[in-house]
């Protein structure tokens, strides 16, 4: 069994590992479509803003009226400072600069100039500066135009880009928006757009840390994961300030996703995917990982599945086993059937030829030997016919209940049958036969039983009960008897119960058990030297069965009693009554 437990276990790690490494694979897919779907986004935002106009980067532009058939001065649409997204709110603001550096940005106009560009020039002392009281919202338009030219001067890669646009060396592509990267938390997004034959920076400073927060909630809320996920926005020129969100479903099913400051460390154990963004945020990458992949209904059913196979097998196996064992158990008990039936068969036959050969001869002469011997012939006739008997029932064990046909019998005619039956083998051994009926109105009493049947179950127990008395060689010949007890059945009045009992050592539990199993007998055939086949009182259950009725065994002190339970009735003429 252990041989096959190895395997079986082995079968059932790998099953689950192969099933862990499915919902990993799961996992991973799902997080390769958050992948395509971040760099989707990170397109799609750079692509829109490729659709600006190049004059909208100027508080004011021309836009031409189709029903005026003129050009009319419009504020730019960059120039709002509330934008209408809340998502929009990483954003700072526009700009624009020339290849001699000057900067203006759509949001700043000089309140003294409102017709006018105010062109703002990055070496003036007087940098953006009224004698006029500004207003407040022209205060948030000035100072938010100077944090943009300050972060714009920080940037070594926007000065090197300004130096560059003397030179006129651009080509298309240079018309896209790429980002700078230099500015801590900022990136700027630039292109260079060709205006009146002179090459201009135009671009957008936004805030790195809610820009990508928002880009990262607004993803994963349109994934699924059955589990809590932590995802790390990373970046590899700076680890120090790597991003952690939360990724956890709630009540209703609903997607929750929280920024921490430090990850869990918990959701650090299971790796799930890793990858970097496409240029030009090549340099970030995106990390998913979790506590344990949770267990999925497929998993379930699969380790059900792989359960009850193993179960299956196991159970299979120990059937075999249980088969293999009684096989061999019928085996042993037929091979002993051989050898008792051969010992039962040699030895009364033996016998009887013997004085059967003396007195042909004529070698006795005495009257009373001679009978004696004529008397132990017939006896052990009588005990082959029974044997034999048994034999022929045994052949068809199987098919008693067919050819049993129990009829109702008076109980009287079962008394005699008893008497009759069970004289020869108790008068022999010098028992004493105890026939009692402890039941109203007996004469009008009948049984449901088969005569014959009846008989063979009748002589079956009390030779059992005889040849094992006689075995333990008990000198008491108080106990020296076979008691035949009819009864009311003690819980179904539909009964009539028949106590044979005997006096001897009687039984065991574990024999009570097994004694009306065909062929046990207890022991061993080469020490036994009681008499018999093991065939007697297994036929004795089934011929009760077929007489439609119930047989216990009760032990008691001493010996043991069998009680045999028969359906009866009252005679018509009682009934009316």
Request: with cysteine; net charge neutral; glycine share 4%.
């Amino acid at each position: 069994m252990l041989f096959l437990l190895i395997p079986l276990a082995t079968i059932l790690y790998f099953g689950f590992q192969q099933l862990e490494k499915n919902l990993l694979l799961e996992y991973q897919r799902t997080a390769s479509k958050l992948e395509q779907i971040v760099d989707g986004s990170l397109t799609k935002r750079r692509l829109i803003s490729n659709t600006l106009p190049v004059d909208a980067f100027d508080y004011y532009r021309q836009v031409y009226n189709p029903y005026t058939k003129h050009s009319e001065q419009t504020i730019s649409p960059l120039a709002r400072l509330e934008y209408e997204q809340p998502r929009d709110q990483w954003l700072l603001g526009y700009f624009q600069l020339c290849n001699k550096g000057h900067f203006n940005s759509p949001i700043w106009l000089d309140s003294l100039h409102d017709k006018t560009l105010s062109r703002i020039n990055a070496d003036s002392a007087d940098l953006l500066t009224s004698e006029q009281e500004l207003s407040p919202e022209l205060l948030i338009r000035k100072n938010t135009a100077m944090n943009i030219h300050q972060l714009l001067l920080q940037s070594k890669s926007v000065q090197q880009m300004i130096a560059k646009l003397s030179q006129q060396e651009f080509s298309e592509k240079d018309a896209f928006f790429s980002v700078f990267f230099d500015v801590p938390d900022y990136f700027i997004f630039y292109r260079v757009v060709l205006v009146a034959e002179q090459y201009w920076l135009q671009g957008y400073i936004v805030q790195r840390k809610a820009y990508l927060s928002q880009l990262v909630k607004d993803v994963l809320e349109q994934v699924h994961f059955d589990s809590s996920v932590l995802v790390e926005l990373k970046d590899e020129k700076h680890p120090s300030l790597a991003e952690y969100y939360f990724y956890e479903t709630v009540a209703n099913d609903q997607v929750q996703v929280s920024q921490q400051a430090k990850p869990d460390p918990r959701f650090q154990k299971q790796s799930i995917y890793t990858y970097k963004h496409l240029p030009p945020f090549n340099d970030y990458s995106l990390t998913l990982s979790t506590n344990s992949l949770p267990m999925t209904p497929a998993m379930m059913y699969s380790i059900i599945f792989i359960v009850i196979l193993i179960v299956a097998i196991l159970s299979a196996c120990y059937g075999f086993y249980r088969l293999g064992i009684k096989q061999l158990v019928l085996g042993e008990q037929r091979l002993n059937f051989v050898s008792s039936v051969s010992h039962e068969l040699k030895t009364p036959l033996t016998s009887i030829r013997m004085y059967s050969q003396m007195l042909k001869e004529g070698t006795i002469i005495s009257k009373e030997h001679q009978k004696k011997y004529f008397d132990f012939i017939y006896a052990e006739s009588e005990r082959l016919t029974r044997l034999i008997n048994n034999i022929l029932q045994l052949s068809t064990l199987s098919h008693q209940q067919k050819k049993v046909q129990p009829e109702y019998i008076p109980l009287t005619l079962l008394v005699d049958m008893i008497r009759s039956k069970t004289s020869s083998i108790i008068d022999k051994h010098c028992f004493q036969q105890n026939i009692m009926v402890d039941i109203v109105k007996p004469e009008f009493m009948l049984v449901l039983v088969e005569q014959d049947a009846f008989a063979q179950v009748v002589i079956n127990i009390t030779d059992n009960a005889i040849k094992f008395f006689d075995l333990e060689k008990i000198n008491d010949l108080a106990r020296q008897k076979v008691d035949f007890i009819f009864r009311p059945h003690p819980k179904n009045k539909q009964l009539i119960q028949l106590e044979i009992r005997d006096y001897g050592v009687g039984i065991t539990l574990e024999q009570e058990s097994k004694i009306f199993e065909l062929f046990y007998r207890g022991g061993n055939e080469l020490t036994r030297t009681t008499q018999g086949t093991g065939i007697g009182l297994a036929l004795v259950n089934e011929l009760i069965s077929a007489q439609q009725g119930e047989i216990e065994v009760e032990r008691k002190t001493p010996g043991l009693a069998m009680l045999l339970s028969f359906q009866c009735k009252f005679m018509d003429s009682i009934a009316k009554k």
